[in-house]
C-alpha cells in the first residue's frame, strides 16, 4: 500500500483559491490512481475528483466541474488539487486516496480505494 501525505488546506475567502498536494512513498506509483474525497461536518464523505496513473484520464463531481482541476506529476509522486472559485460549502476536510490497478482508469467510488491521506481542513470563510 501507498502512504500518502495531503497537505494545502487553510482558509480562504470566497471566490478565493487553494492548491491541495497528495505526496506518496512506495511504488510503483503510475499504478495507482488517486482520488480526492471531502467530508464536510455533520455530512457524509463525497468524492470530488480522481485521475488515473497516466494523468490522462480525470472524473469529477459535478459540484465542482469548472472550478477543480486535478494533475499529477509523476516526476514526484504528488497529485494536486487546483480549486478555484470557492464557495462556502466547499468548506469540509480534503483526503487524497489511492486505488490499486488505476494505470488506465479511476472512477469516484471510494470503495474502490484503499490508502488514505490524514486529511487536509479547507475553510472558505468571509
Known amino acids: 500500500q501507498l502512504q500518502l501525505v495531503d497537505s494545502g488546506g487553510g482558509v480562504v475567502q470566497p471566490g478565493g483559491s487553494l492548491r491541495l498536494s497528495c505526496a506518496a512513498s512506495g511504488s510503483p506509483w503510475d499504478y495507482y490512481a488517486i482520488g480526492w474525497f471531502r467530508q464536510a461536518p455533520g455530512k457524509e464523505r463525497e468524492s470530488v475528483s480522481c485521475?488515473?496513473?497516466?494523468?490522462?484520464?480525470?472524473n469529477y463531481a459535478d459540484f465542482v466541474k469548472g472550478r477543480f482541476t486535478i494533475s499529477r506529476d509523476n516526476a514526484k509522486n504528488t497529485v494536486y488539487l487546483q480549486m478555484n472559485s470557492l464557495k462556502p460549502e466547499d468548506t469540509a476536510i480534503f483526503y487524497c486516496a489511492a486505488m490499486e490497478y488505476g494505470s488506465f482508469y479511476c472512477d469516484l467510488d471510494e470503495k474502490n480505494y484503499d490508502s488514505w491521506g490524514q486529511g487536509t481542513q479547507v475553510t472558505v470563510s468571509s
Open positions: 485521475i488515473d496513473g497516466r494523468g490522462a484520464t480525470t
